[in-house]
């Protein structure tokens, strides 16, 4: 296995060296021609403001057209999967947190997902719900941060503070449920960590009644502004057939006319409850993908409304305390319980042998975890499969072509988190 | 054979086992509290339910023995349901306090309750609320925890036969304790703790300092004395933090004694050493190995030029056979020196030297297995449960669940008299005596010379022992299918060991034990490496292999194995050693873990011989009184911080880990002498002790690691027994190494590789020239009206004088005391804990008193680990060796007893 | 393009619209806060600052039982326990660090908790110029506790962990009791 690792390091750092040999061939040969040509290697990053954490791309230039980019990835790699091997399942929540650290609560979604499968627990009713809730509201909170920034990286100043003021009133909500506004570490194996009150319900009410006239604000600055339209229409086109064979998801890939969306395909949660469309694009440029985040946060804020319609009352957590935490009252009250708490805390739960993979619909595409287990109380593997580092992969077909200062926003279209990227 | 189906699977069993053991062998393994491999069921805690497929009846699996057609299940909703409901009222008074219990995490009864329990009790609760046991040192009895499966009480009365604890009350009330609510008072083997699947009984020493999960194990073998237990040394950060055993593994099978699982704290205190010292102007200074390799390596050489045998070295027995091998090689190779010796001449050589001669090897004819075959067992001049316990513990087991016929011979009673079927209460030193007349006896088929007559007489007469019984023991001994004679320390330290040692030859000889399998002698080794030092050749007489060092033929063996020539010269041992120190022919000695002037009277002016040595290098742990003479002194690693092999009694090669790290800038004590050699210019080229442990094994194949139970197995029945080497250490295949010359001494027997190959020590034994001639003994003397002898013995709570250093067995054992026969403290109004002087021809000492109704009348026993210079002042000055081992043979002296105390 | 759309861009009517919406939120609520003058109320349950807490008789609440440097993902957390000085059977924690500059604030200690020792306050604004001054010793999260105690609080009590407080039930308490219930002067 270490060996496998090892060379797989090593093969990479070798293509790695090729590319970036044959560009310094490149520049030296145009070194050795007598007239200066158009052909220029530019080194963008790792400290870069618009790059959104820390990425470097080496670009080799013609002139201000872009010829060939290579994104050089792990300036935030952390080593979560490696980690998570040294840790109980509750103890991995809060890592997954620092993932794409922009929407923590799909991570942990994604996350609490793939052990429930492995353990094939039914979550109660009543947690289902919140679930899907707050996963859609981390959505809308996701694509408002996608909208302020690109607007901002694009230029457009003013809609970053609309839109983060829409933002800011989730986060409160998010602050109320779990105590963190970023890292909320909320979901729980078989259930979420605390209820949702009623004060919380009104509140998601009355910013749903509102959000619409907020989306209009946002497309009056936006939606026919000629610099903006310069900027992202047909820019970074991508076809379905290319899309597809590249492993894009989420907007990037809807961006192109697929209408994938897990959703919809494998649907989890209470998704199967509500009604909601996947709002699909046409020419696949970056236009294309703003509209359907515009949407995307419409149809979120549906189902917003309509889980908080349907919602049934109940627990919130699996009442299978070989799993969940028991009720901290009867802790010390009851033996059996705190002996439950005690083995919890220390062990975690174990797990059957076995191996999972679960993808999860997330703001910025299909975040999947695959986890080996070997039945112990921690996993024997966890490979991550983030949606930001695989729609890095299609960054050089993408952007070829096009002028540098839309490397920006090629960036920028795909919601990229280099907290997830680098993992 | 029964035909059983368990989960339907059919399993085919003996008629006697129970379900359990039918259900362990078809691999489905049952929960259980109560039930242990190596003890009798006894179907308390109700957890190994199983459910008969045909009757529907849940019945007990530990206690129900199988039947012929059976079918059975051990899973299923009646049985899980069985298995929830006495979880819950197991625990419904059980207190709430996981978080505090010092078993929390890794305590069965949790386990259980999270893998099978309920997550909520239905039950109202009544919660015990007993004060806590906190009067011993060692174990603290919390009664609130217990769920009475009596693991414990069984496990110190079968395995241990120790009866210190047991049930006190009965009904509701019922806890587990010491007898009378007093303080815990016993061995200390701590196997109760061990096997408790609760936190009733948890460790007083690190009591709430742990959290098992914080811990690190590593498996690996005690270097205390020769039993060669495995055991769980677990640490936190490097450090150690507690011993523990695991069931059915190693030799011991999952049970340690007092020492291996308490005493192991010495090696983490700050009095040790933990950088080189080096004397400057009559201090010892702290210097650094950069300073000292140097300084050391040019006197040396100074030395080393001007002829061979100029430098002489003494080494611990206790260390490993890695140390043992660089130490002679580092001698004979590099130094020119055969002026070496071991610890083992104090007391072990007297046995080691007849048996290489009259059987060729040091492996044991027999192992503890056949301890548990044999009929007949007599036991001369040892008290295996202190020397070597775990020998001990299958001895109990022999006589008790074995009813073999146990003959004890000693002068006070030991802990096994009690299981013998007779005890021949002997005089103090009288063993050789004892030996003598029992093995002429034999061997002239009771045709006894007058001379010998008049010499049984006077046993019967003198030492007042009942002839009846006496016949008893030789017609055992003639009429037995299989015997084993047990030897010890107190045979080995009288002052006809050797002679006496061929004489118990010469005994199993005539009964015919050598030939036949399943008898013979086993001699219980003083320290954990005794065999190992010697097969390595640490001593004059033999190099390694035990090949004698003085033939030439020999000594070309081993120039061609090392390709180099070998020019040391006569050389000699510890007695040879001190003699040439004083002729002026020896200019440098160096020890490992050695103190030649704690063995020896204050008077015995080894002091002013050792004084006019011009180099004195002491490789030690600890500050002692040559450490305070040395030039150099040089911090050697214990043996918990590095890694070594080490022969136990029964002949095994086991591997011994490195668990923590190393103190200060101490070094293994092979690779001081490396480095040494490195800085003369001439080395070894030792440079890891797998290495070393290969060079080893290449020579002396025989040597190849070896264990019995090595694989640990969960839940076993104890009769699975695997003999298989230990893999870890790196070593060639067995087909690919050849021994030296194709003549190691070490011969071991095919299928048991840790026994000697019987035919070849039938045929040696053949030739023995020895066996024809009676050896005449001295007859022991008897103390006058109003006289003692003083004799010393090892204690059970330590090893040696280094754990004297150890604070967790200082707790349990802090000081020495004198032990006096009870009836003549009454006598002589003694008290316990009173102070008397005693005094010999050559001084007198006093000493603290404990009456015992084990010690004879005759005789006052002290612990020879506290056996300081005051003690030793006792004996005379003189030094007197054996002339045909070179031993020290004064061990007993004259006293008279006194009340009045010296100033 | 069409006449009308050729208007719009002659006009600039799109750039028009959006300054008007700009500038109709001149006259809005203002939605931004001075910080630092003014501060935000945080929630009740913030995962803020941990702490430690304390008996209503001013005894420590904490038994050294490690289950929180067990349950730690960040391992902030370090217990070392021993025996109480003072009375032989009880367990307590000698030593008791906890890494602010590691700890990651995800409330799992306060969760692990058995006896309600640990809690979180609003806290979030320590900082200091070396990194040993965010390592805090028990001593420090005992009078971080004291001066935030109704925070801590509200925290269990909003994170649903109040319970062993309130049941009434005496029976938890009662095998780890505030030394003055049992013995006099504590």
């Given at each position: 296995?270490?060996?496998?690792?090892?060379?797989?390091?090593?093969?990479?750092?070798?293509?790695?060296?090729?590319?970036?040999?044959?560009?310094?061939?490149?520049?030296?040969?145009?070194?050795?021609?007598?007239?200066?040509?158009?052909?220029?290697?530019?080194?963008?990053?790792?400290?870069?403001?618009?790059?959104?954490?820390?990425?470097?791309?080496?670009?080799?230039?013609?002139?201000?057209?872009?010829?060939?980019?290579?994104?050089?990835?792990?300036?935030?790699?952390?080593?979560?999967?490696?980690?998570?091997?040294?840790?109980?399942?509750?103890?991995?929540?809060?890592?997954?947190?620092?993932?794409?650290?922009?929407?923590?609560?799909?991570?942990?979604?994604?996350?609490?997902?793939?052990?429930?499968?492995?353990?094939?627990?039914?979550?109660?009713?009543?947690?289902?719900?919140?679930?899907?809730?707050?996963?859609?509201?981390?959505?809308?909170?996701?694509?408002?941060?996608?909208?302020?920034?690109?607007?901002?990286?694009?230029?457009?100043?003013?809609?970053?503070?609309?839109?983060?003021?829409?933002?800011?009133?989730?986060?409160?909500?998010?602050?109320?449920?779990?105590?963190?506004?970023?890292?909320?570490?909320?979901?729980?194996?078989?259930?979420?960590?605390?209820?949702?009150?009623?004060?919380?319900?009104?509140?998601?009410?009355?910013?749903i009644d509102a959000f619409d006239g907020n989306i209009r604000e946002y497309?009056?600055?936006?939606?026919?502004?000629?610099?903006?339209?310069?900027?992202?229409?047909?820019?970074?086109?991508?076809?379905?057939?290319?899309?597809?064979?590249?492993?894009?998801?989420?907007?990037?890939?809807?961006?192109?006319?697929?209408?994938?969306?897990?959703?919809?395909?494998?649907?989890?949660?209470?998704?199967?409850?509500?009604?909601?469309?996947?709002?699909?694009?046409?020419?696949?440029?970056?236009?294309?993908?703003?509209?359907?985040?515009?949407?995307?946060?419409?149809?979120?804020?549906?189902?917003?409304?309509?889980?908080?319609?349907?919602?049934?009352?109940?627990?919130?957590?699996?009442?299978?305390?070989?799993?969940?935490?028991?009720?901290?009252?009867?802790?010390?009250?009851?033996?059996?319980?705190?002996?439950?708490?005690?083995?919890?805390?220390?062990?975690?739960?174990?797990?059957?042998?076995?191996?999972?993979?679960?993808?999860?619909?997330?703001?910025?595409?299909?975040?999947?975890?695959?986890?080996?287990?070997?039945?112990?109380?921690?996993?024997?593997?966890?490979?991550?499969?983030?949606?930001?580092?695989?729609?890095?992969?299609?960054?050089?077909?993408?952007?070829?072509?096009?002028?540098?200062?839309?490397?920006?926003?090629?960036?920028?279209?795909?919601?990229?988190?280099?907290?997830?990227?680098?993992? | 054979?029964?035909?059983?189906?368990?989960?339907?699977?059919?399993?085919?069993?003996?008629?006697?086992?129970?379900?359990?053991?039918?259900?362990?062998?078809?691999?489905?393994?049952?929960?259980?509290?109560?039930?242990?491999?190596?003890?009798?069921?006894?179907?308390?805690?109700?957890?190994?339910?199983?459910?008969?497929?045909?009757?529907?009846?849940?019945?007990?699996?530990?206690?129900?023995?199988?039947?012929?057609?059976?079918?059975?299940?051990?899973?299923?909703?009646?049985?899980?349901?069985?298995?929830?409901?006495?979880?819950?009222?197991?625990?419904?008074?059980?207190?709430?306090?996981?978080?505090?219990?010092?078993?929390?995490?890794?305590?069965?009864?949790?386990?259980?309750?999270?893998?099978?329990?309920?997550?909520?009790?239905?039950?109202?609760?009544?919660?015990?609320?007993?004060?806590?046991?906190?009067?011993?040192?060692?174990?603290?009895?919390?009664?609130?925890?217990?769920?009475?499966?009596?693991?414990?009480?069984?496990?110190?009365?079968?395995?241990?036969?120790?009866?210190?604890?047991?049930?006190?009350?009965?009904?509701?009330?019922?806890?587990?304790?010491?007898?009378?609510?007093?303080?815990?008072?016993?061995?200390?083997?701590?196997?109760?703790?061990?096997?408790?699947?609760?936190?009733?009984?948890?460790?007083?020493?690190?009591?709430?300092?742990?959290?098992?999960?914080?811990?690190?194990?590593?498996?690996?073998?005690?270097?205390?004395?020769?039993?060669?237990?495995?055991?769980?040394?677990?640490?936190?950060?490097?450090?150690?933090?507690?011993?523990?055993?695991?069931?059915?593994?190693?030799?011991?099978?999952?049970?340690?004694?007092?020492?291996?699982?308490?005493?192991?704290?010495?090696?983490?205190?700050?009095?040790?050493?933990?950088?080189?010292?080096?004397?400057?102007?009559?201090?010892?200074?702290?210097?650094?190995?950069?300073?000292?390799?140097?300084?050391?390596?040019?006197?040396?050489?100074?030395?080393?030029?001007?002829?061979?045998?100029?430098?002489?070295?003494?080494?611990?027995?206790?260390?490993?056979?890695?140390?043992?091998?660089?130490?002679?090689?580092?001698?004979?190779?590099?130094?020119?020196?055969?002026?070496?010796?071991?610890?083992?001449?104090?007391?072990?050589?007297?046995?080691?030297?007849?048996?290489?001669?009259?059987?060729?090897?040091?492996?044991?004819?027999?192992?503890?297995?056949?301890?548990?075959?044999?009929?007949?067992?007599?036991?001369?001049?040892?008290?295996?449960?202190?020397?070597?316990?775990?020998?001990?513990?299958?001895?109990?087991?022999?006589?008790?669940?074995?009813?073999?016929?146990?003959?004890?011979?000693?002068?006070?009673?030991?802990?096994?008299?009690?299981?013998?079927?007779?005890?021949?209460?002997?005089?103090?030193?009288?063993?050789?005596?004892?030996?003598?007349?029992?093995?002429?006896?034999?061997?002239?088929?009771?045709?006894?010379?007058?001379?010998?007559?008049?010499?049984?007489?006077?046993?019967?007469?003198?030492?007042?022992?009942?002839?009846?019984?006496?016949?008893?023991?030789?017609?055992?001994?003639?009429?037995?299918?299989?015997?084993?004679?047990?030897?010890?320390?107190?045979?080995?330290?009288?002052?006809?060991?050797?002679?006496?040692?061929?004489?118990?030859?010469?005994?199993?000889?005539?009964?015919?034990?050598?030939?036949?399998?399943?008898?013979?002698?086993?001699?219980?080794?003083?320290?954990?490496?005794?065999?190992?030092?010697?097969?390595?050749?640490?001593?004059?007489?033999?190099?390694?292999?035990?090949?004698?060092?003085?033939?030439?033929?020999?000594?070309?063996?081993?120039?061609?194995?090392?390709?180099?020539?070998?020019s040391y010269g006569p050389g000699g041992g510890l007695e040879q050693i001190?003699?040439?120190?004083?002729?002026?022919?020896?200019?440098?000695?160096?020890?490992?873990?050695?103190?030649?002037?704690?063995?020896?009277?204050?008077?015995?002016?080894v002091r002013e011989i050792l004084g006019k040595l011009e180099l004195i290098?002491?490789?030690?742990?600890?500050?002692?009184?040559?450490?305070?003479?040395?030039?150099?002194?040089?911090?050697?690693?214990?043996?918990?911080?590095?890694?070594?092999?080490?022969?136990?009694?029964?002949?095994?090669?086991?591997?011994?880990?490195?668990?923590?790290?190393?103190?200060?800038?101490?070094?293994?004590?092979?690779?001081?002498?490396?480095?040494?050699?490195?800085?003369?210019?001439?080395?070894?080229?030792?440079?890891?002790?797998?290495?070393?442990?290969?060079?080893?094994?290449?020579?002396?194949?025989?040597?190849?690691?070896?264990?019995?139970?090595?694989?640990?197995?969960?839940?076993?029945?104890?009769?699975?027994?695997?003999?298989?080497?230990?893999?870890?250490?790196?070593?060639?295949?067995?087909?690919?190494?050849?021994?030296?010359?194709?003549?190691?001494?070490?011969?071991?027997?095919?299928?048991?590789?840790?026994?000697?190959?019987?035919?070849?020590?039938?045929?040696?034994?053949?030739?023995?020239?020895?066996?024809?001639?009676?050896?005449?003994?001295?007859?022991?003397?008897?103390?006058?009206?109003?006289?003692?002898?003083?004799?010393?013995?090892?204690?059970?709570?330590?090893?040696?004088?280094?754990?004297?250093?150890?604070?967790?067995?200082?707790?349990?054992?802090?000081?020495?005391?004198?032990?006096?026969?009870?009836?003549?403290?009454?006598?002589?109004?003694?008290?316990?804990?009173?102070?008397?002087?005693?005094?010999?021809?050559?001084?007198?000492?006093?000493?603290?008193?404990?009456?015992?109704?084990?010690?004879?009348?005759?005789?006052?026993?002290?612990?020879?680990?506290?056996?300081?210079?005051?003690?030793?002042?006792?004996?005379?000055?003189?030094?007197?060796?054996?002339?045909?081992?070179?031993?020290?043979?004064?061990?007993?002296?004259?006293?008279?007893?006194?009340?009045?105390?010296?100033? | 393009?069409?006449?009308?759309?050729?208007?719009?861009?002659?006009?600039?009517?799109?750039?028009?619209?959006?300054?008007?919406?700009?500038?109709?939120?001149?006259?809005?609520?203002?939605?931004?806060?001075?910080?630092?003058?003014?501060?935000?109320?945080?929630?009740?349950?913030?995962?803020?600052?941990?702490?430690?807490?304390?008996?209503?008789?001013?005894?420590?609440?904490?038994?050294?039982?490690?289950?929180?440097?067990?349950?730690?993902?960040?391992?902030?957390?370090?217990?070392?326990?021993?025996?109480?000085?003072?009375?032989?059977?009880?367990?307590?924690?000698?030593?008791?660090?906890?890494?602010?500059?590691?700890?990651?604030?995800?409330?799992?200690?306060?969760?692990?908790?058995?006896?309600?020792?640990?809690?979180?306050?609003?806290?979030?604004?320590?900082?200091?110029?070396?990194?040993?001054?965010?390592?805090?010793?028990?001593?420090?999260?005992?009078?971080?506790?004291?001066?935030?105690?109704?925070?801590?609080?509200?925290?269990?009590?909003?994170?649903?962990?109040?319970?062993?407080?309130?049941?009434?039930?005496?029976?938890?308490?009662?095998?780890?009791?505030?030394?003055?219930?049992?013995?006099?002067?504590?």
């Amino acid at each position: 296995m270490d060996t496998e690792k090892t060379t797989g390091v090593k093969e990479d750092i070798r293509q790695k060296e090729i590319v970036l040999g044959s560009l310094r061939q490149a520049v030296l040969q145009n070194l050795d021609s007598s007239i200066q040509t158009d052909q220029f290697l530019l080194n963008m990053g790792p400290q870069h403001p618009s790059t959104h954490g820390v990425l470097r791309v080496l670009l080799d230039l013609d002139g201000e057209r872009i010829k060939r980019s290579v994104p050089d990835l792990g300036y935030l790699h952390r080593g979560t999967e490696k980690i998570a091997e040294y840790r109980t399942y509750n103890q991995i929540i809060p890592l997954t947190d620092r993932l794409d650290y922009v929407s923590a609560m799909a991570n942990n979604y994604a996350f609490v997902r793939t052990v429930e499968k492995l353990l094939q627990l039914k979550v109660p009713e009543r947690a289902e719900f919140v679930r899907t809730i707050v996963a859609e509201v981390q959505r809308i909170v996701n694509h408002l941060f996608w909208l302020g920034t690109q607007a901002l990286d694009i230029g457009a100043m003013s809609v970053f503070f609309y839109t983060f003021r829409e933002r800011e009133e989730l986060l409160d909500i998010f602050e109320i449920l779990c105590g963190a506004r970023l890292t909320t570490n909320y979901y729980r194996v078989g259930g979420v960590e605390s209820d949702i009150p009623q004060h919380v319900v009104d509140r998601l009410y009355r910013f749903i009644d509102a959000f619409d006239g907020n989306i209009r604000e946002y497309n009056t600055l936006l939606e026919t502004n000629r610099i903006w339209l310069a900027r992202t229409k047909n820019i970074a086109v991508i076809t379905a057939e290319d899309a597809i064979n590249f492993g894009l998801s989420g907007p990037t890939l809807r961006g192109s006319g697929v209408p994938y969306d897990l959703r919809k395909f494998e649907p989890y949660g209470a998704y199967d409850q509500v009604e909601f469309d996947v709002p699909v694009g046409q020419n696949g440029d970056i236009y294309d993908r703003y509209w359907i985040r515009i949407e995307e946060m419409r149809q979120s804020a549906k189902i917003v409304r309509q889980c908080l319609d349907k919602l049934p009352s109940g627990p919130i957590m699996t009442d299978d305390h070989k799993v969940s935490f028991p009720e901290k009252g009867n802790v010390m009250h009851n033996m059996e319980t705190l002996i439950h708490h005690f083995l919890l805390v220390v062990h975690g739960f174990n797990v059957p042998p076995g191996d999972t993979y679960c993808g999860t619909e997330t703001p910025k595409g299909e975040l999947g975890f695959y986890i080996v287990s070997d039945g112990t109380g921690k996993p024997y593997r966890m490979k991550i499969r983030a949606p930001s580092f695989v729609n890095m992969g299609a960054f050089d077909f993408m952007a070829k072509g096009y002028m540098i200062a839309d490397i920006i926003t090629i960036f920028g279209t795909y919601d990229i988190v280099m907290g997830e990227c680098d993992r | 054979m029964a035909k059983v189906t368990v989960n339907g699977i059919e399993v085919e069993v003996d008629p006697s086992y129970t379900i359990l053991k039918a259900a362990e062998k078809a691999g489905i393994s049952i929960p259980t509290f109560c039930y242990h491999p190596r003890m009798d069921p006894a179907g308390s805690c109700r957890i190994c339910a199983v459910e008969l497929e045909d009757s529907k009846r849940v019945v007990m699996s530990c206690v129900t023995p199988v039947a012929d057609g059976m079918r059975v299940l051990t899973e299923s909703p009646k049985i899980h349901d069985a298995r929830k409901t006495n979880l819950e009222l197991l625990l419904l008074h059980h207190p709430l306090d996981c978080p505090v219990c010092d078993c929390g995490g890794e305590c069965p009864l949790q386990n259980m309750s999270f893998a099978y329990g309920a997550t909520e009790s239905r039950f109202e609760s009544h919660r015990n609320d007993e004060a806590e046991d906190l009067k011993s040192d060692v174990l603290v009895f919390n009664a609130n925890r217990c769920i009475l499966c009596g693991k414990c009480v069984r496990i110190c009365d079968e395995i241990q036969d120790v009866h210190a604890i047991g049930f006190i009350n009965r009904g509701f009330d019922t806890i587990i304790g010491p007898p009378l609510g007093k303080k815990l008072d016993c061995e200390f083997c701590g196997d109760c703790l061990e096997v408790c699947p609760t936190g009733a009984i948890t460790d007083h020493f690190v009591r709430y300092k742990f959290r098992p999960w914080q811990l690190e194990q590593h498996q690996t073998t005690c270097t205390y004395c020769a039993s060669g237990c495995q055991m769980q040394v677990e640490t936190e950060n490097e450090s150690i933090v507690r011993v523990t055993s695991k069931e059915g593994l190693g030799p011991n099978e999952g049970s340690i004694c007092v020492v291996g699982r308490f005493g192991f704290n010495h090696v983490q205190t700050p009095q040790r050493f933990d950088t080189p010292y080096m004397r400057v102007e009559h201090r010892l200074v702290p210097s650094s190995w950069d300073e000292v390799l140097p300084e050391l390596a040019s006197r040396l050489n100074a030395i080393r030029r001007k002829g061979t045998d100029r430098v002489a070295g003494l080494l611990s027995s206790r260390v490993s056979l890695e140390d043992a091998y660089a130490f002679q090689t580092f001698f004979r190779r590099v130094l020119r020196s055969n002026m070496i010796d071991t610890g083992a001449r104090y007391g072990f050589m007297n046995a080691a030297i007849p048996l290489v001669e009259a059987t060729g090897t040091l492996r044991p004819l027999v192992d503890h297995e056949d301890l548990l075959k044999a009929k007949v067992i007599l036991l001369v001049g040892a008290d295996p449960v202190a020397e070597s316990n775990i020998t001990g513990l299958f001895l109990k087991r022999a006589a008790r669940k074995n009813r073999a016929k146990l003959y004890v011979v000693d002068s006070e009673a030991i802990t096994l008299s009690t299981r013998a079927s007779d005890h021949i209460r002997i005089h103090p030193g009288g063993e050789s005596l004892f030996v003598g007349v029992l093995s002429e006896e034999i061997s002239s088929r009771g045709n006894l010379s007058a001379e010998w007559l008049t010499r049984k007489e006077e046993l019967f007469k003198n030492w007042n022992v009942d002839p009846g019984v006496f016949q008893r023991l030789v017609n055992d001994l003639k009429s037995a299918e299989t015997g084993i004679v047990v030897t010890g320390r107190k045979m080995f330290r009288n002052e006809n060991a050797s002679r006496s040692m061929i004489n118990m030859m010469r005994l199993i000889g005539s009964l015919g034990w050598i030939e036949k399998e399943g008898c013979g002698i086993l001699p219980i080794p003083e320290t954990a490496n005794d065999l190992g030092v010697l097969m390595m050749g640490a001593t004059h007489e033999w190099l390694p292999g035990l090949l004698d060092a003085r033939n030439e033929s020999s000594r070309k063996q081993w120039e061609n194995a090392w390709g180099t020539s070998l020019s040391y010269g006569p050389g000699g041992g510890l007695e040879q050693i001190l003699q040439g120190i004083e002729e002026g022919r020896i200019n440098a000695l160096i020890t490992i873990g050695e103190n030649p002037i704690g063995h020896f009277p204050p008077g015995s002016r080894v002091r002013e011989i050792l004084g006019k040595l011009e180099l004195i290098v002491a490789l030690d742990m600890f500050q002692n009184e040559l450490v305070d003479m040395a030039h150099f002194v040089l911090p050697a690693s214990s043996s918990f911080e590095r890694a070594g092999h080490f022969v136990s009694i029964e002949g095994f090669v086991q591997k011994s880990v490195s668990t923590m790290a190393h103190w200060g800038e101490s070094l293994p004590d092979w690779e001081i002498l490396e480095k040494i050699s490195y800085a003369m210019g001439n080395p070894m080229g030792f440079d890891s002790s797998e290495k070393l442990m290969a060079e080893i094994v290449r020579f002396l194949p025989d040597l190849s690691p070896s264990t019995r139970n090595g694989e640990h197995f969960v839940g076993g029945t104890g009769d699975i027994h695997l003999v298989k080497p230990l893999d870890s250490c790196g070593f060639a295949n067995a087909s690919d190494v050849k021994g030296v010359g194709g003549l190691s001494l070490l011969k071991a027997s095919g299928s048991t590789p840790h026994k000697a190959n019987r035919e070849s020590v039938s045929s040696r034994f053949r030739s023995w020239t020895e066996m024809s001639r009676p050896i005449m003994n001295a007859t022991s003397g008897i103390p006058g009206e109003g006289e003692f002898i003083f004799s010393m013995s090892k204690s059970l709570f330590h090893s040696g004088k280094m754990t004297l250093q150890d604070p967790n067995l200082k707790k349990i054992q802090p000081e020495g005391k004198l032990r006096i026969n009870r009836q003549t403290a009454r006598k002589r109004k003694i008290k316990k804990g009173e102070k008397i002087t005693l005094t010999s021809a050559h001084g007198r000492c006093s000493f603290v008193v404990e009456p015992s109704p084990m010690v004879s009348e005759f005789e006052l026993v002290f612990p020879e680990h506290f056996a300081d210079a005051q003690v030793l002042a006792l004996f005379p000055p003189e030094m007197a060796f054996s002339p045909m081992t070179g031993t020290p043979t004064t061990h007993r002296i004259r006293v008279s007893l006194s009340t009045e105390t010296i100033s | 393009m069409t006449l009308k759309s050729l208007v719009k861009s002659v006009l600039f009517t799109e750039i028009m619209q959006g300054l008007k919406l700009t500038f109709t939120h001149m006259f809005k609520k203002k939605i931004t806060v001075q910080y630092p003058h003014q501060k935000l109320e945080l929630a009740d349950g913030y995962r803020g600052f941990i702490v430690h807490r304390r008996y209503e008789n001013g005894q420590e609440r904490c038994v050294g039982c490690d289950l929180c440097e067990a349950i730690c993902p960040a391992k902030a957390i370090r217990v070392v326990g021993d025996i109480h000085p003072e009375f032989p059977e009880r367990r307590f924690a000698k030593e008791y660090t906890l890494d602010f500059t590691r700890c990651i604030f995800c409330g799992f200690c306060v969760v692990a908790c058995p006896v309600n020792a640990l809690s979180m306050t609003k806290e979030y604004a320590h900082s200091s110029f070396t990194r040993e001054g965010l390592i805090y010793s028990k001593d420090q999260l005992l009078t971080l506790g004291d001066k935030c105690e109704s925070e801590s609080i509200a925290y269990l009590k909003v994170r649903n962990m109040w319970g062993a407080e309130d049941s009434g039930k005496d029976e938890g308490r009662y095998h780890f009791p505030p030394i003055s219930a049992t013995q006099s002067g504590g």
